[in-house]
Every structure is written in C-alpha cells, then in structure tokens.
C-alpha cells in the first residue's frame, strides 16, 4: 500500500491547485478536485523523449508536477493524486488498466497493462473513477460506477469485476477506452509498468509526443504535431498542425502552461523535437485517411 503525504505537502498540493482541504468527503469535492487537477497540471511525456529516467516515488514526482511547474503521464499523475485522495481521508484503490480506444469494439484480445487509476469509495459506499492521467481525453470529474457519468460511460463488464470506461463519439454512441482490473497494486508494481512504458520501443510513450489538458470546459491535446480542442458535448471544436518543433515548444509552455527550463529542457528538446517530427510525419501522412477517435 502506497503512504500518503504529509501534512505539509498537502498544503502545497492543495496550494498549487487553488483548493482548500474539504469539510466534507463528498462527491461533489472529488469532482472539484479532479477538475481543477486535469486544470492545473498537465499531461505530457517530455522526459520519455529526452531519455530520462522517470522515478514514480512521490518525493521525485510532488518536486516535479507540484515545484517545477511540469506535468507527467499517468504513472507520475495518478499514483500522486492517489496519495493526496488517501491523505484527505478518501478511500482509495490504484487499479491498473488496459487500453481499448485502439481496437475494435467486439476485441476481447487484451492489451497490456500501460495505466493507472485510483477508485475512490465515498463515505456513502459509492465508487468512483478519478483518474487525472489520460493523456488522450481528460475525463474531465470523477465518474461514478453506477448513476449518471454522462457523457462519459462506467459500467461493470464481468463478474470478476473488471470496469469498461468508455467515451462519447461524434455519432452519439460510447466507444470503450480503457478496461479497469478488478484487483489494486502497490507502488513497486507501478514502477515496474512505468518502465516498461518509457523504455520499450513498442510503447506508445516512445511513438507518441503527448500533452493534454483541462481548459474552458474542453480537452486541450498535442499529439506530435497536432493540436486540438474537444469537447464532450460537441467533439473537436479546434484543430490545427505545428509547423515545427519552435511551435511545439511555444504551445507546450502557453497552452499547457508548462515551465521549461532553458537549458536543461527547452534547448534538448528543441534538437529532439525536430529529429522526432521529421521521423513520425511520413507515418501520419499515412493515416491521414483513417479515420480514428475522437474524430471518429
């Protein structure tokens, strides 16, 4: 089982979010929470693609997301947000998950396990998803397991308890995201799939340059050189191509508001980012007919 925070990171955690501690261990306080968190810091895999190594113990990454003014991906986001859940008084799990936006709805071939989501039960015995780490689509409030998730989907798929979350598409209907396991990890087990996702070839961290994140009610995403706006309600309501990795790294610090340092990111990055684009434009080119999620 993973430890809390102390005291006194909550209150920066809590600080840097613009929140204060709850009165009440309520449902509408997580969605708050996780709201302003998809706000306030964001999802992005810069140092999967300057090669270094990501720690997940929660000194390194509270330095990170909390003091540097960075964001992370899930195995950094959620495994934190997890901690500060259980140092508020919630009860919370860490389950991990198996993407699904990828294949096709009738698939039962399983992918492997590449995120991670904190469950939270209230104090009224409902379960909830919070999950603050989804690179592709923020979720935007805790999704509750049964009741109105609207107009995102919650539903319990086995009976080994196995959770399906799913999201809306252009046409109306739902399309399955990522299946939640039924049984919790612990922080070793998350360290274990960390690696894997920021060192194998295979994996879509090394592929993909990400970052999203929560504005004016949509999901603010860079994928490689592309930028949208989606919203759950209406789909993509912006999009746009970079031009190159100056533009990249101009978005990266004004619509995701992350604080790069000069030296030590923006100048590696700079030389990385142009490597990366010129190597991953051809295989775009290529899908360009394919129609995928959300814009399909």
Not at 145 to 157: E, M, S
């Amino acid at each position: 089982m993973m430890d809390g925070l102390s005291e006194e990171r909550v209150q920066e955690y809590l600080k840097h979010l613009g929140m204060s501690k709850p009165t009440e261990l309520n449902r509408e306080y997580l969605d708050a929470l996780v709201s302003t968190h998809l706000e306030r810091v964001p999802f992005e895999n810069l140092d999967v693609h300057l090669d270094r190594r990501i720690a997940i113990d929660a000194e390194t990454v509270f330095n990170k997301l909390i003091r540097r003014g960075r964001g992370g991906y899930c195995f950094e986001l959620n495994p934190l947000f997890f901690r500060l859940l259980v140092s508020l008084g919630y009860k919370a799990q860490l389950h991990s998950a198996r993407l699904r936006i990828g294949a096709p709805d009738n698939s039962t071939k399983r992918a492997r396990m590449s995120h991670a989501v904190p469950i939270v039960e209230l104090p009224n015995g409902d379960r909830c998803v919070a999950d603050v780490g989804m690179g592709l689509i923020g979720l935007h409030k805790a999704l509750p397991l049964k009741g109105d998730a609207a107009p995102f989907g919650v539903r319990v798929v086995d009976a080994a308890g196995r959770i399906e979350v799913a999201v809306p598409t252009i046409s109306g209907s739902l399309k399955g995201l990522y299946m939640i396991e039924p049984y919790d990890l612990d922080w070793i087990d998350f360290s274990t799939l960390s690696w894997y996702s920021c060192t194998h070839p295979d994996s879509s961290m090394r592929r993909l340059l990400l970052a999203g994140r929560r504005t004016e009610g949509c999901w603010a995403r860079l994928r490689n050189d592309t930028f949208i706006r989606w919203s759950p309600t209406k789909g993509i309501v912006e999009k746009k191509v970079m031009r190159d990795e100056n533009d990249v790294l101009e978005l990266l610090q004004t619509e995701f508001g992350l604080r790069l340092n000069l030296v030590d990111e923006v100048i590696p990055l700079k030389a990385r980012l142009q490597k990366f684009l010129a190597d991953v434009r051809p295989d775009e080119n290529a899908l360009t007919k394919k129609v995928v999620w959300p814009e399909g």
